[in-house]
Each structure stands twice: as C-alpha cells, then as structure tokens.
Nanobody
C-alpha cells in the first residue's frame, strides 16, 4: 500500500502562484501514472492533471491548461503541481493519487487511481 502526503496549499490572491508537492512512501511508485485531482464544495472530484511514469506524457483539464504544470522527481518519490495565474474558481481541496503502472502514456479515468492522499486546501481570493 502506498502512502501519499500532499503539501503546499494555502490562501492566495487571484493571479498568484502555488506549488503543491506529493510525497509517496511504502511502495515504489516510479513506474506508476500519478495525478492531481481536486474537489470544490458541493462539486464532484475532478481530474486536474496526470503524468506518466517517465514524465513524458501529461494530460490536463481544459480549465487549467496553460496555467498548471505537473512534474515528478522519481529519485525523490515526489510529484509536483505548479499552479500559476490562480483564479477563485481554482479553490478546492487538492488530492494526489497513484494510478496503474503503464509502459507508456497516461489514464484519465478516476477509477484507475487506487491510492489517495488526505488532500491540501487551496483557497484563491478575488
């Protein structure tokens, strides 16, 4: 079982940046697809970005394309989400998740992600 811990959330003004981190322990996740998801109050959890084991393949929600960047450092078992030009509608709890081991590419199906962190709150004020 992999244990995931997110950090880096906070309260910022619109237009600011934040960098989220997700550190994995308990099992090697270097070959896994990993992703960031978010859930705003009263809304379903939604995919934000996913990344392949090598980092070569990524996929983003349309709402964050061009503003958010997902990356990973397999040597440190850590994944990142750089969030720039934040908007009030980005306010949510952000979760990192561990997905399947794929030789290449990514999956964007939430059901494929089986381990989840506790989440970190991101609040963007207008």
């Amino acid at each position: 079982q992999v244990h995931l811990v997110e950090s880096g959330g906070g309260l910022v003004q619109a237009g600011a940046s934040l960098r989220l981190s997700c550190t994995a322990s308990g099992r090697d996740t270097n070959w896994d697809v990993m992703g960031w998801f978010r859930q705003a109050p009263g809304k379903d959890r939604e995919l934000v970005a996913v990344i392949s084991w090598s980092g070569a393949s990524q996929s983003y929600a349309d709402s964050v394309k061009g503003r958010f960047t997902i990356s990973r450092d397999n040597a440190k078992n850590t994944m990142f989400l750089q969030m720039d030009k934040l908007k009030p509608e980005d306010t949510a709890i952000y979760y990192c998740a561990d997905g399947p081991s794929l030789r290449s590419g990514v999956t964007t199906e939430t059901r494929d992600f089986t381990s989840w962190g506790q989440g970190t709150q991101v609040t963007v004020s207008s």
